[in-house]
C-alpha cells in the first residue's frame, strides 16, 4: 500500500486523543508555569498535539517551536494549522515564512516551524522551553544516551507521550502461532533499527529518566484501541489501520524467518478484516512527565 506520512499522522489524531492519559494531563496542567509559556515539540509532525492542546484549553499564551525532520511533515503543518485554526474560531496571521500567530480574545500562540534533525536542532537552540513534548518519538532514538539530550531542550518540564512498550495485538485470531511470530518479529525490528529504537521504552523510561536527574510527576498508560463501531471506524481509522499493516509489512519483508506467501496471505487476510469492520488493533503504551 503507497501512504502519505502527513495523512497517516491526521487519521491517528482520533487515536491518540483517546489514548492520551488523563492523569498524566491533569499532571501537566497542574505543573505549567503562567502563561505565556515557551513550548518546543520534537518529532511535531504535522502539528496535531498543538491543535490538541488548544482544542482542551491547555494552552493560552505561548511561542510554540515544532520540531521535525520531514519536509514533507513541516510543509503539511504550514498549510493545515490555519485550517484548523480558523475551524477552532482563531485568527491567523502570518510574520514570515516559518512563523504564524493563531490567536482570539482568550488564546495567543506563536508558532515557529524548524525542519532539522532534532540532535541538530539541539545544539543551537539557544533558549531552553519551559515544556518539552515528544509524542510517539522517544521510541525510535537511540537510547538512555537520547534523553539527557532531549531534556537540555526544557528547564522545567517534559510531557513524553504514546511511547510504545512491547505489546501488539491484532484479533481477530488468524493462526494464534503465526500472529505470535509476527508480532515477536515486528518487535524485534523496532530494537534492532539502526538509527536506535526500543520496544519496551515505556517501561524503560521510568529508569532512564532517573538516570538522566528527571523527577517524574506522573505516569500512566496511553494505549491504542482502535475498534469499529456498527462496523465503521471512527474518523479516519481505517487509514490509520492500513497504515500500521504497512509498518509491518515494510518492516519483515524480507525477513528470514517468515515465509513470504504465508506472510502475503496473513495481511490480506489483515486487510480484509478492516475492509469488513472486524479488526481489533490494541498497542500498549506509556505517558510520563518529567521535571528536569
Known amino acids: 500500500m503507497e501512504y502519505s506520512f502527513p495523512h497517516y ?3 491517528k489524531q482520533s487515536v491518540d486523543d ?4 488523563r492523569d498524566v494531563l491533569d499532571a501537566l496542567r497542574a505543573n505549567l508555569p503562567g502563561a505565556p509559556i515557551r513550548v518546543i515539540e ?74 532539522a534533525d532534532v540532535f541538530d536542532f539541539i545544539q543551537r537552540n539557544p533558549t531552553p522551553a519551559d515544556l518539552l513534548i515528544a509524542n510517539a518519538f522517544l521510541d ?13 531542550l526544557t528547564k522545567d518540564l517534559a ?12 484479533e481477530p485470531t488468524i493462526e494464534a502461532r503465526l500472529d505470535e511470530q509476527i508480532e515477536r518479529l515486528y518487535h524485534a ?35 491504542w484501541v482502535v475498534h469499529a463501531i456498527n462496523g465503521k471506524y471512527p474518523a479516519d481509522e481505517s487509514y490509520f489501520l492500513q497504515v500500521i499493516l504497512s509498518f509491518i509489512e515494510e ?14 496471505n496473513w495481511l490480506k487476510q489483515r486487510r480484509a478484516q478492516i475492509d469488513s469492520g472486524e479488526l481489533v488493533y490494541i498497542a500498549h503504551q506509556m505517558d510520563f512527565l518529567v521535571k528536569v
Open 9 to 11: 499522522l491526521l487519521s
Open 18 to 21: 483517546r489514548a492520551l492519559n
Open 42 to 115: 520534537v518529532g511535531a509532525g504535522i502539528g496535531t498535539m498543538l491543535a490538541r492542546l488548544l482544542r482542551w484549553n491547555v494552552l493560552t499564551k505561548a511561542d510554540y517551536v515544532l520540531v521535525d525532520e520531514r519536509g514533507e511533515n513541516i510543509e503539511t503543518a504550514r498549510e493545515w494549522i490555519p485550517c484548523w485554526a480558523m475551524d477552532l474560531g482563531l485568527r491567523v496571521e502570518g510574520i514570515e515564512q516559518n512563523q504564524l500567530r493563531v490567536f482570539d480574545e482568550a488564546r495567543d500562540v506563536h508558532i515557529r516551524f524548524e525542519q
Open 140 to 152: 525510535l532514538l537511540p537510547m538512555p544516551e537520547s534523553l539527557p539530550r532531549l531534556l537540555a
Open 159 to 170: 510531557w513524553l507521550t504514546i511511547n510504545f512498550d512491547g505489546m501488539t495485538s491484532l
Open 189 to 223: 525490528t523496532m530494537d534492532a533499527r539502526a538509527t536506535g529504537g526500543d520496544s519496551r521504552a515505556g517501561r524503560h523510561l521510568f529508569r532512564h529518566a532517573r538516570e538522566a536527574g528527571a523527577k517524574i510527576l506522573a505516569a500512566g498508560s496511553s494505549d
Open 251 to 264: 518492516s519483515l519483508t524480507g525477513c528470514f524467518e517468515q515465509d513470504p506467501v504465508v506472510f502475503s
